[in-house]
């Protein structure tokens, strides 16, 4: 039986920890971590980010916005702008239609979910004011929070919330999260306040599902969603697509004393030197996507600060079971010793990244399986496992697209390597126009990109299951589909555990995938913009929450 | 006055007697210039030489391999070990100039021939051709210059895959509407001249007119025109590759190099000076070689 | 002569709408060739098989391409420019939002660059092989043979971040005085001008020296004529047509070709409205941009043509 109750959903935590960087203090951690801390909360003490690099200039080792910010207490006001790496005529306010980062962000301005996620990626109460489960997992009832009004005025209904989620379901619609709603089997309206989810299978990680952008509640009954009505702590003044859009404050937010600005706009700027250009010369005051040469530039400027966090998004090799040479299991396992990681995390990624193990947990969730050996560049293993699979000297073609991140950056490095062990591979570098629907999982050797999913569950059921639509490689392997079902439906954590390091185990050395380096998400924001220590390792922006906890210090 | 004179024109004494007779003695200015003009060769010639020699022989001269990572600073300074420093990913820049030199100055000096060849051969000889079929012409240029590049490419790159030849087609398609459209104007105006409509009561015919009549007059401005495509492609070869369509890494166009180092920018990186320099000078030669060629052909005459 | 030019306008006319029609068909077939359609573009990178089919099935993307390319052109001919399909707004909206500020753009750029390039132009080819003109010369090309993004962000560099003077993206929304407007447009303007100009300025130097070697302005020189004269009334009028056909290709870029400095700048403008349209594989509204394209640039050409017949008395019979 899990139960939430309701005052835990403000995360402000005291934050002075946070900032720890000396040396001093990261002893301090260290110790921590000796007594018996876990590495999560490791972690967080961090930062969560692992790195928060500083601006320059002020008390050596304890900069200006470290001394600011630990005393100042969130100020009221104010009017910022944000700059997202991406936004055309495709975006869209329809929250089961986001597709990048600027439309997650506007889905949690306009509209709140039944949950939300935490620093620790934990499902909080939102709009639903406590849940719980009956039965592990299949049946869930949902009360709702009183005295919630959407931005016209109209109060939140359960009607509301079935229509919310229920629409997903609904091919025309185009919904991105499909996959994860459809096992809900049924949703009703127990009375005016509470209602009931009924799944097909169970699933102790429904509250994390539900505090996905995309299952935002909107009112019942909607088809026009250009109005952003929500119940959001911001209300849209004005979208337009691929454009910009800006938000007021939503005078009648149902949080009390949230949120601190005064107005939000988002635009989209692709380009990423003029992304950095307009956060250092003052036009917007936070940018996303940053890849490691900018981040110095940031680093280094007098009023730019950068933030960096480890959220487990990978771009990863994907080898083809069904075809040809990538369906060997000596060649699979010699790409995956053709990796330099260190290479890659230093050439590629400027150090903002993690080493990775060929399997897509991340170090520091709550599943990761630290047991695992890492597997090691090994040009001469590599070499003589090529020849195992009779494809020594070949001539192997390898697709790289702008689509995936870093991936040409990474083929060309793994050219390199790959030469070492004799094997010649012919980068063929496509457009990212198009990229998914026709280059992604169709060629023998090429590269994808996963974004961070909110549970290992959902990222394991999506990308790995045997019969999912994304099994990136194609791999099938019934003892590990077995695991991913059982693992969702199993109360006792130390077992769930012990699942999940199976399933780590088996995709690492079976898979089809390579995943050299987890990448970090890099931010940059003005010196001036309060409450940025507040982490949800899930993406950018606050994992897209940020609009209601940060502030403007003028 | 025009180019006659340097070629021997068996037939058609009467007008080029007429334009001997208008051709007079030009004053000091002009003589004083000439000098400067074979100076301006010289340089020209000089300098897009060099760029041939290192296309041709570049590659051959690179220190190290242009996709070997050589060191571990990115965008290293000038140093013994790397003349023009290292790029974002810590290779050795003068390596991949003089590898990369190769594609900017062979695609791009085919494909402005080759642009200039086919507008400008359509627009003189458009301009001889029954009305009809030069409406014709003008129409299927017209509707060639207003697709997109973009969509030109993507569509060519997913229906053909990459490869060089395909770039050039790209490349000439998006570049040859514009030479035929100057070309053509060009030789609207020419045709009208008396000396055309005489070899036209003459008898002459139609390929006649148009390479002995009407093309000597318009080749300053053809060539002056080729030179300014010459300078769009080699920029435009860095969107391509963008796009897949070009050159695939490791190597890179010099385009490509500016683009793949603009964060090195702000700290004023050599690698991204160094590239575009290599730009500015190749296109900067080729221009003054075409201008000297075509003013000396004037001068010759003299 | 009023008649002549009536005839040639109205039969060009008819000849833009029949290569309108030829782009149309050309574009609709681009488009149906690209790999990928509107519903796999709209769903992305995690569509599911079933999601697709119903998407193309609402979109109307089962029907025949003829029927789908009908549909749209009896919509495009009776005013109709039909739906955005990546996400539902009136086709005819998108382009009202986004065509004035590409016209202001392009309108500035035009009334900045094209008198500095004839100007330009002109004076180097009076100056024919003296230092003025292989300055200018040597400037012009120095200006183009600098890639447009490098330029552009250099300055953003220098002016935006350096120094602070401008902004570093060109809002539209936040223009309230004439200042605000220059400051804005000052960088995107320097940046397509730097384009532009060189082409311009060349071809204005090669046209007029083509004619001022022509035995009849070479008479006026004996008559003697002063040289700005000569060039003025002499060589530059049976210049003009070569000279506003290199104007009017250069000008017809500054639609759609500006797509750089409207990243860079982050300016709303038609160009990026196209680059969307055709990664989303938005028919409807790849097909207006293309014929807005397509138009203006046909209507530039012809501006130019009878800029050449009014110039060229000779030609007005042809």
Redesign the interface.
Known sequence: MTRHDNNSHDNRRDNKSDQLTSPQESLQIYRAMQRGLSRRDAMKLLGAAGVLAMGVGGVPGLSPAFAAEGEASPQRGGRIRV?AHSS?????LDPA?G?TAIDYCRAYMFYNGLTQFDPDLRPQPCLAESFETTDNGSHWIFVLRQGVTFHDGKALTPQDVIYSIMRHK???V???V??MVEQIESIRALDQRRVEFNLSSPNIELPSILAVSHLVIVADGTQDF?KGNGTGAFRCQEF?????SVGVRNENYWREGYPYLDAIEM????????RV??L?????QMINNL?G??AE?IKQSDNGLLKATNSGNYTDLVMRFDQQPTSRPAFREAMKCLFDRE?IK???L?GYGEIANDQPIAPGTPYYFDGLPQREYDPERAASLLKQAGVAGATVPLV???AANYS??M???L??SAAAAGLKL??????A??Y???H?MKHPLGFGNINPRPTANILLS?FFLSSA??NESGWKNAHFDQLVVAARGEPDEAKRKQMYADMQTLIHDEGGIGIPVFLSDLEGYDSRIGGMDRTVPLGSFMGYLFAEYVWWKG | MNSLKTMPHPKANTPQRLRHGSHLPVGAPRRRNRRRLQLTRWIGLGVFGFWILVALFGPLLAPHPMGAFVSDQMFGGISAAYPLGTDYMGRDMLSRILTGARYTVGLALVAACLSSLIGAGFGMLSVLLPKWLEESVRRVFDTLISIPSKMMALVMVSAFGASIPLLITATVLSYAPGAFRIAHSLATNLATMEYVQVAHTRGEGRLYIAAREIFPNMIQSVLTDMGMRFVFIVLLLSGMSFLGLGVQPPAADLGSLVRENIGGLSQGAIAVIAPALAIGTLTIGANLLIDSLSTSRATQKE | MRNTLFGLVAGRLGASLLTLFLVSLVIFAITSLLPGDTAQQILGQFATPEQVAALRAQLGLNQPAIVRYWHWLSGFVTGDLGQSASNGMAVAQLINDRLPNSLILAGITTLVSVPIAITMGVVAAMRRGGLIDRLLNLVTLSMVAVPEFLVATLAVLIFAVKLNWLPALSYVSTVDSLGDAMKIYAMPVLTLCCVLIAQMARMTRAALIDQLDSPYVEMAQLKGVPPIRRVMRHALPNAVGPIANAVALSLSYLLGGVIIVETIFNYPGIASLMVDAVSNRDLSLVQACAMLFCGTYLVLVMLADICAILSNPRLRNR
């Open positions: 700059a055309s005529t495709k975006d869209s239609q597709s609904e091919p025309a185009g919904s991105k499909l996959s250009s337009s697509p691929g454009v910009r635009v989209g700027i692709s380009d990423e030197s003029s250009n307009a250092l010369s003052g036009d917007v890849s040469n900018f530039r290479q230093r050439v590629a400027r790289a697209s702008p040409e950056d083929a060309v490095l050219q390199q012919n980068i063929n570098r496509v457009p126009d198009g998914w629907s026709n992604w999506q639509a994304w």
